[in-house]
């Protein structure tokens, strides 16, 4: 488990990060802090491991990075993390539109081609 806070190459994430499934790496973002965990079995070890960085819990979300695809299609919102009905998330999906791009902002920022 790492956290990234700095851009970084596509190609090194897949090399260095991508142990515990063939083509996808779980993903947590932080989206008020900009960051993301990654390279976990579970979403909520890396969860875990951004609260314990200081990350409050409503501003992370989980999702799974398929980065050998498109760019367009990098990013799968789904996560047992984002299950939250205090803010308005009922499903495993992260629904709210606004959330999702912030997300896809910080992984472009962060992951690059």
């Not at 398929?66 to 984002?82: F, P, Q, V």
Request: aromatic share 6%.
């Amino acid at each position: 488990m790492e956290i990234i806070s700095q851009t970084i190459e596509k190609e090194l994430v897949l090399k260095n990060y991508c142990n515990f499934f063939q083509n996808m790496i779980k993903t947590v973002v932080d989206i008020e802090k900009e960051i993301i965990a990654i390279n976990a079995e579970l979403h909520a070890d890396l969860e875990a491991l951004l609260l314990s960085k200081g990350s409050k819990q409503e501003h992370l979300w989980g999702i799974n990075l398929y980065l050998e695809k498109d760019i367009s299609e990098w990013i799968e919102y789904t996560a047992l993390i984002n299950i939250r009905p205090s803010c308005n998330n009922i499903s495993m999906e992260v629904e709210d539109l606004k959330i999702r791009k912030r997300i896809e902002d910080i992984i472009k920022k962060l992951i690059v081609r």
